[in-house]
């Protein structure tokens, strides 16, 4: 029996020794950062250009004209809003005066038509 002991007092006494040794770290040697090279001055390789194609290459077709984009059409109120604040500024150029305001009204709307038909204004 005393054998049998002798044995586990011997794996206890070496278990502790395996489980310390696997929680510390390995130390690793430290790495010197190496200094950089001096670049070697390479010589620069030129290439002559190539010789023209013997073939001309095909001329591209001529560019279609860009079609306008089809707008949804605007409505009717929020055209007349355009308008109405557009002639607002108008009237307010020429200081408000008396009379102008069917003028300044039909100046107003053939202004938003043209935005709206160029695409610069976004219902």
């Known amino acids: ?13 070496k278990a502790p ?3 310390a040794a696997r929680a510390a ?13 001096k670049a ?12 023209a194609a013997a073939k001309p290459k095909a001329a591209k077709p ?8 089809k707008r949804a059409p605007v409505a009717d109120d ?5 308008i109405e604040v557009a ?3 108008i009237a307010e150029r020429h200081g408000f005066s008396s009379g102008r305001e069917l003028a300044d009204w039909e100046q107003a709307s ?14």
């Open 87 to 89: 002639a607002y500024y």
């Open 40 to 51: 070697a001055a390479k010589p620069v390789k030129t290439v002559a250009p190539k010789a």
């Open 62 to 69: 001529a560019a279609k004209p860009a079609a306008k984009a």
């Open 17 to 19: 020794a395996k489980t």
């Open 1 to 13: 029996m005393a054998t049998s002991t002798s044995k586990t007092a011997a794996k206890a006494a």
């Open 110 to 123: 053939k202004e938003i038509d043209q935005l709206l038909a160029d695409g610069r204004l976004n219902p």
């Open 25 to 37: 770290p390995k130390k690793t040697p430290a790495v010197k950062a190496k200094a950089p090279a």
């Open 78 to 82: 929020q055209r007349r809003y355009y």
